[in-house]
């Protein structure tokens, strides 16, 4: 899979897993493990991206005696999940296209 598409996935894919509520890392790759699988590495890595982006904020409460980090979504990251199913609308009329002659067969 193209990279950029695969990076642009797991981006909305980060931000659906916080959509309803805010959550913080471990979480947020234990609710996407049904789904898809990714390291926490990958996850930091996204989730600075889309701070920067001001797709979401962060917030640093005590949990445990410990710092934890809270990501909650913003207009903007709604915004980009919404534009992501209209993309995606457009994606599987291409793919029904494209495979059109398989189905015939």
């Known amino acids: ?4 598409l695969k990076r642009g996935l797991l981006d ?5 897993a916080i959509k309803d ?7 947020i790759i234990k609710d996407m493990k049904p789904y898809i699988e990714m390291s926490e ?3 930091y890595t996204i989730l600075k991206r889309l ?3 001001k797709m979401l904020t962060v917030k640093t409460s005590e949990y445990d005696g410990r710092l934890r980090k809270y990501y909650s979504i913003t ?3 709604l915004g980009r999940i919404a534009d992501f199913k209209d993309e995606w ?3 599987m009329a291409i793919y029904r ?3 059109k002659e398989d189905r015939s067969k």
């Open 89 to 91: 609308r457009e994606v």
């Open 75 to 77: 207009k903007a990251g």
């Open 1 to 4: 899979m193209d990279i950029q």
């Open 21 to 27: 509520e805010p959550s913080y890392g471990y979480k």
């Open 41 to 43: 590495s990958t996850l």
């Open 51 to 53: 701070e920067l982006a």
């Open 12 to 16: 909305v894919c980060v931000l659906a």
């Open 97 to 99: 296209f494209v495979t």
